[in-house]
């Protein structure tokens, strides 16, 4: 028995790992082979201290472990599965296609007809090209609207995520509306100096960034409901101001939709708050589970893409027959009478026994909601930019996250993430979710 972490109160980690021991074993295995034993950051748990566990399978609400621990699930992949896991017309679906073949590099029907859907559900999607992930589909979008207007600067906006490519991969910097600095290593200095960071929800540093290099900004690109620093909501008019702004500098308003993009209704939150964008990018949900990726916009901006236009932008799988079915078919599932309308009521389901646990407990919360996205903060303060996400108690959440763990509840391993609710998520699992965070805050 370790007693120094029994009496350094590091019990929990050490029961953690008595928890999913297989996980934990082969976590030390994953850790020689794969840097931080993941394939990408967020699922290390570093965010939460300690160690991962291992899926063995997943299917509607529900996750599995390798250790035979069943947990329901507030992540979906991170978006994907809205339908709930491994839904059966889903795999049927791309069972059939399989039969047909893996991959072409030739044009394929299902390309077309999900351009078809994207094109109809999206109406400021005029033409869209299909890509492999959300980062593709954002650093081609930022490309195409630089080849477009022949400027160099971008607008992005603090604690707005957009994938992993150089130009997005920027905080903001000392003098933030100058430029900005690299947010990674191995980002050169030269490429972020043509990003500016801005905060998010602030019109008086957007109107400044704009007086001061308007006629250079290519593009503004944003998560209209940013959703990688939990979920921040745009304040009244913002979203209209930034169509505004941009449309009088001839930039072009890019809407990264990757989150939110067919999960908060047909034509996502460009529909919600009747914005049209000029170009949007999305991922996840289109895919069904499988790597995928879209960008569209405006026909005459598109058609600035190979092999029409100068501006090239190219994917070996992109297209691919078994993402495209996967992800037409989990739109047609959603196209179903009531399917938005279902998944508004589960999230409202969960934020009334939430609001009421925490009010009835006196702790300061703020939880926001979109329709099935959705993030509790440990904070009074109002959340309107990263700043404010900021102020909340982070060892407060890392220790719901292991209550809720250990209770069979999994949320996302970080304060900065955002959680996600599917169709298959029952009246059941949101009763037993509350009942649990309420055990579990009884022992925090
Ligand atoms: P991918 O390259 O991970 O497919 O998409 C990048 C991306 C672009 N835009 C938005 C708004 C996104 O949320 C993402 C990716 N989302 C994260 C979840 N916060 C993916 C999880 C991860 O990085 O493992």
């Known amino acids: 028995m370790n007693f120094s972490a029994l009496r ?7 029961s953690r790992a008595m928890r999913y021991p297989t996980s934990s074993k082969l976590f030390q295995t994953a850790k020689q082979l794969i840097p931080g034993g993941v394939n990408s950051p967020v699922r290390a748990f570093r965010n939460v201290g300690g160690e991962p566990f291992f899926v063995r399978r997943a299917k509607g609400s529900r996750i599995e472990d390798i250790d035979g621990n069943s947990y329901i699930d507030y992540i979906g992949t991170w978006g994907p599965a809205i339908l709930g896991h491994a839904p059966m017309s889903v795999i049927n679906a791309v069972h059939e296609a399989a039969k047909n073949g893996l991959s072409f590099g030739i044009p394929n029907v299902l390309e077309v007809e999900m351009a078809q859907m994207i094109t109809s559900w999206v109406p400021s999607v005029e033409k869209v090209r299909m890509t492999n992930s959300g980062t593709e589909a954002t650093m081609s979008a930022i490309r195409l609207a630089r080849g477009y207007t022949k400027r160099d600067k971008i607008i992005k906006f603090d604690g707005c995520y957009h994938g992993h490519s150089d130009s997005l991969l920027v905080a903001a910097g000392s003098g ?26 602030d019109r008086e540093a957007v109107s400044q960034a704009f007086a001061t290099c308007g006629d250079e900004i290519a593009a503004l690109i944003l998560e209209p409901y940013p959703a990688n620093a939990g979920l921040i909501l745009p304040q009244p008019g913002f979203l209209a101001f930034l169509r505004e702004i941009t449309a009088q500098y001839g930039t072009v308003l890019i809407f990264d939709e990757v989150m939110t993009g067919f999960r908060l209704g047909k034509a996502g939150v460009q529909g919600l708050e009747g914005i049209t964008p000029d170009l949007s990018c999305f991922g996840k949900v289109i895919g069904g589970g499988l790597p995928v990726g879209a960008f569209g ?28 079915v ?10 179903k009478s009531g399917a938005y309308e279902t998944l508004d009521a589960i999230g409202a389901r969960l934020q009334s026994g939430v609001e009421a646990l925490f009010l009835k407990k006196g702790i300061p919360f703020r939880f926001n909601r979109v329709g099935s996205l959705f993030c509790l903060f440990f904070t009074d303060q109002e959340i309107i930019n990263l700043e404010s996400v900021k102020t909340q108690d982070m060892e407060m959440f890392r220790k719901l996250f292991w209550a809720l763990l250990d209770k069979g509840i999994y949320i996302a391993p970080s304060p900065y993430e955002t959680g996600f609710l599917s169709l298959a998520h029952s009246n059941d699992d949101i009763d037993f979710t509350v009942d649990a965070m309420e055990s579990a805050l009884g022992e925090i």
């Open 176 to 201: 933030a509306l100058t430029h900005g600095e690299p947010d990674s290593a191995g980002v050169p200095a030269v490429f972020a100096a043509q990003t500016i960071v801005l905060p998010f929800n």
């Open 326 to 335: 996967a992800g037409i078919t989990q739109l047609h599932e959603l196209e």
């Open 8 to 14: 350094n109160g590091e019990m929990r980690q050490y």
């Open 297 to 324: 916009g405006k026909a005459e901006i598109m058609d600035y893409l190979a092999p029409l236009g100068p501006v090239y932008q190219a994917g070996t799988l992109s297209g691919n027959p078994l993402a495209m």
